[in-house]
């Protein structure tokens, strides 16, 4: 299947600071890319769409000054979670979806910890 | 809209089959099926796009109704590496507004 890669895996900041996640599709292009969070025993929680070149589209309820997305390239789109608090811990997941084929793949996750 | 998912959670012996289902109220475009273990991300499984479209292989495959508002996916034989938790995510829009929404999950626990 394809490989969607996501870094860091594990990050633990402090309160206040920001943490920036990065997700890159290394073995095809992938012009929309998608940002979800998943608490623990839930589902994923989809946040935002990622467009290669344009504003991101956030879902109802999610603060996009909060959470900052870049979509620089046709394979890389970042994460910034911006003065992180602890209850921005979570375990945030990438995806990247194939255009031809339809498939979406997801990247490894990022578990998040704000002290 | 979030598919509606069942069961919840099931066990299974080693070798015994299981069924896990993904309904929607609209018609859809997409049903993307996927596993995931504890502590990792979700590994894609299969994607149906066709109303009445079977695929997979005989230990795991899927299935979309004719009228694209509802999916299976079927574990056959299953082993003790099935164990994990199933997502269907759906795409009831299509074309440039393509997102996938996910059901609550199936947990799924094969024994020894």
């Not at chain 1, 990622?50 to 309820?61: F, H, I, L, M, V």
């Amino acid at each position: 299947g394809a490989v969607v890669s996501q870094h860091p895996s594990w990050v633990i900041c402090k309160s206040g600071t920001s943490v920036k996640i990065e997700c890159r599709s290394l073995d095809f292009q992938a012009t929309t890319m998608f940002w979800y969070r998943q608490f623990p025993k839930q589902s994923l929680m989809l946040m935002a769409t990622s467009n290669e070149g344009s504003k991101a589209t956030y879902e109802q309820g999610v603060e996009k000054d909060k959470f900052l997305i870049n979509h620089a390239s046709l394979t890389l789109s970042t994460l910034t979670v911006t003065s992180a608090h602890p209850e921005d811990s979570s375990f945030y997941i990438c995806s990247a979806r194939r255009t031809q084929g339809g498939e979406l793949f997801f990247g490894e996750g990022s578990r998040l910890t704000v002290l | 809209q979030q598919p509606v998912q069942s069961p919840q959670a099931v066990i299974l012996r080693e070798g015994e089959d299981a069924v896990i289902n993904c309904s929607s109220s609209k018609a859809l475009y997409s049903v993307h099926w996927y596993r995931q273990k504890h502590g990792e991300a979700p590994v894609f499984l299969m994607i149906l796009l066709k109303g009445g479209e079977q695929k997979g292989h005989e230990k795991i495959s899927a299935s979309f109704n004719e009228k694209k508002q509802q999916s299976s996916l079927y574990l056959t034989a299953s082993q003790l590496s099935y164990s994990g938790t199933y997502f269907c995510g759906t795409d009831d829009s299509g074309g440039s507004n393509y997102k996938l929404t996910f059901g609550k999950g199936t947990l799924l626990t094969v024994n020894p």
